[in-house]
């Protein structure tokens, strides 16, 4: 993989001089591919946008390096660089045209305007607004405005494309149809994005890669599915998608499989993560998705325990149960509406709890 940007140790302090210096990233390292959809993900305050600050220069290292292609441009000013940014609020002029928006920073760069004009269509053209090129920023839906401004980063074809948060202010809708374009768009283009975002949902339907930040950290570099399927700590797992955790301990170890006991007495095996010993107290997670729920009368298979329907959360095109297991055990399962619409169980109701050891994940830490 040839590394587009190569985090080094970097640290962010401010104020560093006075009583109330915070330090917003700590040591963090990371590198990020040529022509890979790479994002930073995490809660408010864990540091993402900082880093993306720093990268584009609007922001001072305190500590560490920070390599373009091998170059390093800690010292550069944001506009030596080439890289551009897509900011949450798109920041377009409004008394320019769409077509004048896109062709403002060609024209700073003093570009001939045979090829600005030639950039404009070519960009307009991309997000698929060359027909509102002379329409105003006022004159457009947020979509639309979105769109220009990626038009206008993309045009003097930086090597990176830094993208804060910027499906935050549109609606559901537009945010999920927007998600498969902007894939598309860095296919296309072939040009590195760094997407900042604290929508998971939104991270895992778009990037090559993800790196989950908390407290000024990096807490885990994966695929999606890596993140999603063997999140190394509690944070990612509970950060990532919805998830039962349950304290147990290792009674036995068998090849990949633990077995733990967790309540007063009830025994589950699960799968290891590695490093565990008999006999430790350790956390384990489950998916609600992993889960199955069947009526008690067609209980089958040595995974499939009683349980006892404990609340109901309507969710539309699924419920989400929360399971009474005894022994102190609660899990939240999911399940579809029947074809009716009507849903399968009732609160109250016995039925048979199923998921397989597999799926019981003990956490590394």
């Known amino acids: 993989m040839t590394v587009a ?13 006075s009583n109330q210096a915070f330090k917003a990233l700590d040591n963090v390292s990371l590198s990020i591919g040529d022509n890979e959809f790479f994002t930073l993900l995490g809660p408010s305050g864990c540091g993402k946008t900082t880093l993306l600050r720093l990268i584009a220069g609007f922001e001072q290292v305190s500590g560490g390096e920070i390599m373009l292609f091998d170059d390093e441009i800690v010292n550069l000013e944001p506009n030596q660089r080439p890289v551009n940014t897509v900011f949450q609020h ?24 045979q090829e600005i004009d030639a950039t404009v269509e070519r960009v307009l053209t991309l997000v698929k607004m060359k027909k509102l090129g002379d329409r105003r920023p006022g004159q457009l839906s947020g979509g639309q405005q979105q769109r220009v401004a990626l038009a206008r980063a993309l045009a003097p074809n930086p090597k990176v494309l830094l993208l804060d948060e910027p499906l935050s202010a549109l609606d559901l809708k537009l945010r999920q149809a927007m998600r498969g374009e902007l894939k598309q768009l860095q296919k296309e283009t072939g040009i590195t994005f760094v997407f900042v975002t604290h929508d998971q949902e939104e991270a895992l339907a778009m990037s090559d890669r993800i790196a989950v930040m908390s407290d000024g950290e990096v807490q885990q570099i994966g695929r999606p599915t890596d993140i999603y ?20 301990e290792i009674v036995s170890l068998n090849d990949d499989l633990v077995t733990c006991r967790i309540g007063a007495q009830s025994m589950y095996e699960a799968e290891n993560s590695g490093g565990h010993e008999v006999g430790d107290h350790v956390t384990l997670f489950l998916r609600p998705e992993k889960i199955t729920l069947s009526p008690e009368n067609q209980a089958s298979g040595v995974h499939t325990r009683p349980g006892k329907v404990a609340n109901i959360v309507y969710l539309g095109n699924q419920a989400a149960y929360t399971v009474d297991m005894g022994d102190g055990i609660e899990l939240t399962a999911q399940a ?11 609160i109250g109701e016995p039925l048979a709890v199923g998921f397989s050891a597999r799926a019981l994940r003990v956490l590394a830490k």
């Not at 063997?230 to 349950?246: E, K, Q, S, W, Y």
């Open 5 to 17: 940007i190569d985090i080094r140790g970097v640290t962010k302090i401010y104020n560093p001089e």
């Open 90 to 113: 798109y920041a377009l002029f409004p008394h320019m045209t769409v077509a004048q928006n896109v062709s403002f920073g060609l024209e700073r760069l003093r570009k001939p305007r």
């Open 229 to 248: 399927e063997h999140p190394v700590n509690r944070f990612v797992a509970d950060f990532i998608g919805d998830t039962n955790f349950l304290d147990g």
């Open 336 to 346: 579809r509406p029947r074809e009716d619409g009507n849903l399968p169980f009732a």
